[in-house]
């Protein structure tokens, strides 16, 4: 799964695992992105859409 929203281009970012002896290593964030047929630009399509725009209301479900 590409995990990049469809609608604002968020995607995973890196960062750091921090432990308790500070000590660093690397990870991902990963978008919380769901596959939803939705209405775009007058068609209807299907794709990856964030949590994000989901819910405030960016996208119409189909």
Do not use: I
């Not at 819910?55 to 479900?61: I, L, Y």
């Amino acid at each position: 799964m590409s995990r990049v929203c469809s609608v604002c281009g968020k995607g995973q970012t890196s960062g750091n695992n921090v432990s308790h002896s500070n000590r660093k290593t690397r990870r991902t964030f990963r978008a919380n992105v769901q596959k939803v047929t939705f209405v775009k630009e007058g068609k209807v399509v299907s794709g990856y859409v964030c949590a994000r725009c989901l819910k405030s209301g960016k996208v119409e479900r189909v």
